[in-house]
């Protein structure tokens, strides 16, 4: 069980990264960004994510291709929509996240890793 100050520090953390997931799209954030990619909470790596989903540009595309080997799933979703997004390619952007699970999550990241090792 949390204690009130814990409580207190989680809900400012969630409201953060909320807040950087949805204002940031400065592309001179991205470097702050990259390390949050990296953070271990993942609400945090998912407002990341996030922001840099709606910085676009290529700035964003080498830390959202990192971002499709993360362990949660909105983080990966979030990878894959601002590639589909930033590419134009939006036929391999999975739309809702509803509909991100099982084998389909498996085909849109295996596409995007195919992409980024043809891109290279």
Known sequence: MLSSGQETDQNLVNQLAHAVGFGVKDPKATPVLVRLLRAPKANVRRGAASALRNIGGKE????LVEALEDSDD??????????????????????????FKGKQK??????????AKARN
């Open 60 to 63: 964003a595309i080498g830390p």
């Open 74 to 99: 909105e983080v990966v979703w979030s990878a894959i929509m601002g590639l589909a997004e930033i590419t134009g390619d939006l036929d391999h952007g999975p739309g809702a996240q509803e509909e």
């Open 106 to 115: 498996e085909n849109y990241v295996n596409y995007w890793r195919n992409w």
